[in-house]
């Protein structure tokens, strides 16, 4: 039974001071990120001609990307314009499990639209019949339906450990890695569970993915013409950029040494909030079909 009532969170040191700064540049972040995610998420539903496979996995992309600055960017908001940094362990731990729900979706979604550019480029004549309605709705429920359940699992395993250590959280959420160093007890069952997590969501995806697009990259430097291979590489450009903006701001967090508590904090501000708003960016700017819809729709 966790002993501990509630945390203390200490975003950022020496907040007292940037504090008007550091509450603005959140404000935008949140607010530019949720219009342009739900610009895209508009488009998509209002345009027939977008009604596809790979719009469909962008348009839930996009409400991850939501609800992922939501978890997080509306209560340290909060915290920070009425300087009450005291969380109860039950909003914690939700704030958690969503943000679990969140990641697991977004990992496994990256690696569902790597797939999909797959087929479509590697398997054209079947990709009708692979990703058609039913499939793509099935493979969404899916998605979400697997990313509550793990969460809610992993969280629960995470609650029953004992808290015996400072309950101080020095990041702007609850993370599992300021959590974890809460703890004074941790099974070995959790470890099994925490390995087995980073492997389905993070070591499967990316393998996957990069297995998906050394096939892709390797037909496409067998095409005969330059221009069947810039057409090519367009259709799979844009999430190139994204699944390498997310990873590497991923992997380059995951590696900062634990005492690094300021480059821990600037890369999961990254990570959590700069990422999810340039997302649908990225789609607009190198997708051409989103660009006349878009223009179609607001013109």
């Known amino acids: 039974m966790n002993e501990t009532s509630y945390f203390y969170i200490l975003p950022f040191p020496g907040e007292t001071r940037s504090k ?3 509450t603005a540049f959140f404000f935008l972040i949140y607010v530019v990120g949720v219009l342009i995610n739900s610009s895209i998420i508009t488009v998509i539903c209002l345009e027939v001609q977008l009604h596809k496979p790979m719009y469909l996995f962008i348009c839930n992309l996009s409400i ?11 209560k340290l908001l909060h915290m920070l314009l009425s300087g009450y940094h005291i969380v109860s362990s039950a909003q914690c731990y939700t704030q958690l499990s969503f943000f679990f729900v969140n990641l697991s979706m977004e990992d496994t979604l990256l690696f569902v639209m790597a797939y999909d550019r797959y087929v479509a480029i590697c398997k054209p004549l079947h990709y009708h019949q ?8 099935l493979i969404t429920v899916g998605i979400w339906a697997f990313a509550f359940l793990n969460s809610i699992m992993f969280v629960s395993l995470l609650i029953n450990m004992s808290s015996c ?14 959590l974890t160093k809460t703890t004074c007890t941790t099974t070995q069952i959790f470890f099994v569970v925490m390995n087995t997590e980073i492997l389905i969501f993070v070591g499967i995806p990316t393998m996957c993915t990069f297995i998906s697009y050394v096939k892709i990259f390797s037909l496409i430097f067998k095409m005969k013409t ?18 390498s903006i997310y990873y590497g701001a991923g992997l380059v967090g995951y590696l900062i040494p634990p005492y690094s508590e300021v480059l821990d904090s600037v890369f ?11 997302n649908p960016v990225i789609y607009s700017l190198q997708n051409s079909a ?10």
């Open 130 to 137: 692979i990703l058609n309605r039913r499939n793509c709705s």
């Open 226 to 243: 330059k221009e069947s291979r810039k057409k090519a590489f367009s259709t799979c450009s844009s999430h190139v950029t994204v699944v």
């Open 165 to 178: 250590h400072s309950n101080v959280i020095h990041q702007f959420f609850c993370d599992l890695k300021s």
């Open 268 to 278: 999961t501000i990254i990570y959590t909030t700069i990422v999810p708003m340039i």
């Open 64 to 74: 991850v990307d939501i609800l992922f600055t939501s978890v997080t960017v509306p």
């Open 290 to 299: 989103i660009q006349s819809a878009w223009l179609g729709i607001f013109r």
């Open 20 to 22: 008007p700064f550091i």
